[in-house]
């Protein structure tokens, strides 16, 4: 039964395959040649076809996938230079001898006097918005940016804490209350020791992230871990969607694309491995494509997630644009080959047909190369022929979009050369102080980092009327020094740049009608003209100059602009510290002059006794003179007399000898030792301190009295502040320190001869 069941089967199935190609039996044998033969060339062809379109939009997202990379390169590469320089703006005030000597006279107010408007100015152009002077505890002396605020203990912060336990200069990403930026700690140093710390920061604020979009023209989101927060106190915003439990919003480029419906496990396996990841998502009929990374800080430590985002416009656009390159000539190759197959009659069809697919499962192997080799003189060669052109035209497609590929790959590695050697440079720009050092040094590295023919440097003459030039390189620029080369502005490149603030680029020195012909420099085809930028000013302009026809690009020009306000601003701050440097000077060395004629005027008019301490708790009071030998002899550092018992150390008031303190021993305790003499010297320096304040005090009750015309004196004041009870509690309290020594303090009234002798 079963044998017969399967008799009936395989009959029905002949019976069926009989009735379709019986369907045929009145047709044409041409029609059913060229309906087989278009079967099999169509499955040929668009198969061939799918393995191109695979393979170029493989090479197309790959092209996206390094762009992304590149760009979040490109967020630590400039994250970089921001700690660069606010390290370098840390150590210039931290080698600030002004700054160090108020910090030790505890003199808040001067202090914040001297740096609030130097701070304002950075807070402006620089987008500082801290700077502390900092104890050698690790609690806050002052804030500039918020003098009310002292005491606290910052050693929370890692750049603090390990500023303080190296006592060197530590830079860093830093998570603080309420923001996030980098935070530059550097030492103050006094003779060797250190006293205390100078700490700025730049706030990752919503001003960086829009700054930062403009710059790659892409969107980004920063997300801050509850963990990073914690300590420091930064607040959670919990008014947008988190993408996982781990993280809170921070700030971001554009609102409306905080929530990408990306899931949390991407995020958190970001958080734990510290590696990037890419991923593909639709926003409101929009295809972006999203790099989610690790916010690296201070110490490698991940405090958060960065989000950088960009549309995927171009590399679909790309994809479409293959897609019609490749269907385009399928169609055709099919349409031409049934038009040939058309003119075929017999079996020698079956012979060219064999060839054909035979290359064909050679190009589908991947031997793009393999073509029909015989071809006969009729359709059949023509057939052939097309075939090849169609091969031919796929390889030359791959081959073009490769190519493409390989442009655009070779662009983005020149743009990221020019971004590490614009890197490089700024780092080494922020360590010069001098003008003409740094404008020297910076022709130098740029003409080297960049490879270029020449690089000059000009600045604005005092009238605004002429570009001077201040540093060029080679022999050319050496010969143009010589004879003091300038510009007028508003002619030729530079002085176009100065003139309008803006970049000017000759792709062909040749077609640019301002170009400047200069025979020092007869090889140049390229030429570019960067305007310097500072606090809204331009100073000068810096111009490169190639062998090469078309060697700048936006790109580069960009790259090399952000570069060249950065040297502005580093020439500008060189300046103002040479010239906040000698207005100071000349205000220390006017008041050293005013408080040496003061003391003068205040001796010879008051009798001022000297104090002797003998015995403890007892001080007398003498108006007898030193023998003039003994006031002769006061010099910068303590003399030893009587074999070594008696010791005199000089009183010196800024720089002057104003009067000594006299320590005898008595016989049988040995002479003065160097640890002694050094204990002395230092409380007599003391003394001079109390004494200068002592008469800023007279000086000043004197002036109210005489403002206010009141007779009446301040006489709870100078109970305890003024000049004799000073000398008086001096005496008995160093008679007190050094034990059975005579102890003599005075002020040198009778003798004017030796007042303002300087150490």
Avoid: C
Avoid at 306 to 330: C, F, N
């Amino acid at each position: 039964m079963s044998e017969i069941l399967e008799q009936t089967s395989s009959q029905t199935e002949r019976d069926s395959r009989g009735s379709f190609w019986a369907s045929f039996t009145g047709v044409n044998i041409r029609v059913k040649l060229l309906f087989a033969t278009f079967i099999v060339l169509s499955v040929v062809v668009f198969f061939q076809t799918g393995v191109n379109l695979r393979v170029s939009r493989e090479v197309s997202e790959k092209a996206e996938r390094d762009h992304l990379y590149f760009l979040y390169d490109g967020y630590n590469d400039y994250i970089k230079a921001q700690t660069v320089s606010s390290a370098a703006l840390s150590l210039s005030y931290a080698d600030r001898e002004d700054v160090k000597d108020l910090y030790l006279a505890g003199d808040r107010d001067a202090l914040y006097t001297l740096l609030s408007p130097i701070f304002e100015t950075l807070k402006e152009e620089n987008n500082i918005r801290h700077l502390y002077v900092e104890n050698p505890d690790g609690t806050v002396f002052i804030r500039i940016h918020n003098r009310d605020n002292f005491g606290d203990d910052v050693t929370y912060r890692f750049t603090a804490a390990a500023a303080l336990e190296t006592q060197e200069t530590i830079s860093g990403v830093e998570v603080g209350p309420g923001r996030i930026g980098v935070r530059s700690v550097s030492p103050l140093l006094k003779d060797g020791q250190f006293i205390g710390m100078i700490e700025v920061g730049l706030d990752y604020d919503q001003a960086f992230i829009n700054d930062f979009k403009e710059r790659t023209d892409a969107d980004y989101n920063l997300w801050v871990t509850h963990e990073a927060a914690e300590l420091p106190g930064l607040e959670a915003d919990d008014d947008h969607t988190r993408p996982t439990e781990k993280v809170f919003h921070y700030v971001s480029s554009d609102d409306d694309l905080i929530s990408l419906s990306i899931p949390s496990d991407i995020y958190d396996r970001v958080l734990d491995k510290k590696e990037p990841s890419i991923q593909f998502v639709s926003i409101e009929n929009e295809e972006l494509a999203v790099i989610i990374a690790p916010m690296l800080a201070y110490g490698g430590r991940v405090i958060g997630i960065v989000e950088i985002i960009q549309p995927r416009t171009e590399t679909l656009e790309a994809i479409k644009q293959s897609r019609q390159s490749v269907l385009i000539p399928a169609v055709i190759l099919t349409l031409i080959g049934l038009l040939v197959l058309g003119g075929v009659i017999t079996q020698v069809v079956l012979r060219p047909v064999g060839a054909l697919a035979s290359v064909a499962e050679e190009q589908i192997a991947g031997d793009l190369s393999a073509r029909v080799r015989k071809l006969p003189p009729d359709e059949f060669g023509d057939l052939g022929r097309t075939f090849n052109t169609l091969s031919q035209q796929l390889d030359s497609t791959l081959k073009d979009q490769e190519s493409v590929i390989a442009e655009r790959t070779r662009s983005l590695e020149e743009h990221s050369a020019y971004l590490e050697s614009s890197a490089e440079v700024s780092q080494r720009i922020a360590s010069y102080t001098d003008t003409n050092q740094l404008i020297s040094e910076v022709v130098k590295l740029i003409k080297e980092r960049f490879s270029l023919y020449y690089v000059g440097l000009f600045l604005v003459d005092e009238k605004n009327e002429w570009a001077v030039l201040q540093a060029g390189t080679g022999e050319a620029g050496k010969r143009m020094l010589e004879r003091k080369h300038q510009l007028k502005i508003g002619k030729g490149m530079i002085g176009w740049s100065i003139a309008n603030a803006e970049a000017r680029i000759a792709l062909d020195v040749g077609d640019d009608a301002v170009q400047f012909k200069n025979p020092d420099l007869p090889e140049t085809r390229s030429e570019g003209a960067l305007p310097l930028r500072s606090r809204g000013e331009v100073l000068g302009a810096l111009t490169i100059q190639s062998e090469t026809a078309a060697a700048f690009t936006p790109e580069i020009i960009s790259t090399l602009q952000t570069m060249v306000d950065q040297i502005a601003i580093a020439i500008d701050n060189a300046e103002l510290l040479a010239k906040n440097e000698a207005v100071l000077e000349a205000e220390r060395k006017a008041y050293g002059e005013l408080s040496q004629e003061d003391w003068l005027k205040l001796l010879q008019r008051e009798s001022i006794p000297r104090y002797i301490s003998d015995t403890p708790n007892h001080v007398r009071v003498t108006r007898n003179q030193l023998s003039s030998d003994v006031e002769q002899r006061l010099q910068d550092t303590p003399l030893l007399q009587d074999k070594g018992l008696t010791a005199l150390i000089p009183i010196k008031i800024r720089g002057h000898i104003l009067g000594g303190v006299k320590l005898r021993k008595e016989e049988g305790h040995g002479s003065w030792t160097k640890e002694e003499l050094e204990f002395a010297g230092v409380l007599a320096e003391q003394v001079s301190v109390a004494l200068e304040s002592a008469r800023l005090f007279d000086q000043s009750q004197r002036r109210v009295a005489r403002e206010r015309v009141i007779g009446e004196t301040s006489a709870r004041i100078r109970e305890t502040l003024d000049i004799e009870s000073v000398l008086e509690t001096a005496a008995q309290e160093l008679h007190k320190i050094l034990g059975k020594v005579e102890t003599e303090v005075w002020l040198d009234a009778e003798n004017p001869d030796t007042l303002g002798k300087e150490s």
